[in-house]
């Protein structure tokens, strides 16, 4: 009797994330199909020269708690032990560059397409010793749209990753309502027959 109530209670949640899986693998399909497209008119693009303006780190930090240790509160004494809050940080480099095209000036911020600038600091630092303040860069940007541009051209492994991991949630998604379409069909069945 429980396992039936349960399974109708969260039989509804089940197709629920199967299609907003679907969703979210199709956006991130569309993202992705549109970065590597991109990727791969840029190399036909115009350069111009450019100069990069700025080349940070950022360090973002979040906190939270720890999974091991508890609240512990002890009544009528006053005494109250929590559980610390741990900080983890993620790094992004933030590179920014100026560039003109006909007389009209510009400042871009794409690396390339589908570049991945946030993660672990040693990444985002190499990223910004590629690219120090001052420094003169090549600037291939969109003939029909100047104000887009990118400093790496082409298709590049990392341009894959967004499209990637699209399909996955896009497979799994399809994978949780083909299943639950067959229990759905099994269960009726015995209901059938019962």
Not at 13 to 38: D, E, Q
Not at 58 to 69: M, V, Y
Not at 77 to 82: D, H, L, P, T
Not at 113 to 141: D, L, M
Request: hydrophobic share 40%; proline share 3%.
């Amino acid at each position: 009797m429980l396992a039936q109530y349960l399974n109708h209670k969260t039989g509804c949640m089940v197709p629920i994330m199967g299609y907003m899986f679907l969703l979210f693998g199709i956006v991130m399909l569309i993202i992705g199909s549109i970065n590597i497209l991109g990727a791969q008119s840029s190399s036909s693009w115009p350069v111009t020269q450019g100069e990069v303006l700025t080349s940070v780190v950022d360090k973002k930090a979040t906190s939270t708690r720890s999974k091991k240790s508890r609240n512990l509160r002890i009544k009528g004494s006053g005494i109250s032990v929590s559980n610390k809050s741990e900080k983890s940080y993620s790094y992004e480099a933030l590179v920014s560059y100026s560039y003109s095209v006909s007389g009209e000036e510009y400042v871009g911020k794409r690396i390339a397409f589908g570049a991945i600038t946030k993660g672990g600091r040693g990444r985002a630092e190499t990223i910004c010793e590629r690219y120090p303040v001052g420094s003169q860069v090549k600037v291939h940007y969109d003939p029909d749209d100047a104000g887009s541009a990118t400093l790496e051209v082409g298709i590049q492994a990392q341009v894959f990753f967004i499209p990637g991991l699209g399909a996955f949630f896009l497979l799994m998604g399809a994978a949780i309502l083909v299943v639950r379409r067959k229990r759905s069909a099994a269960e009726s069945q015995e209901w059938q027959s019962a």
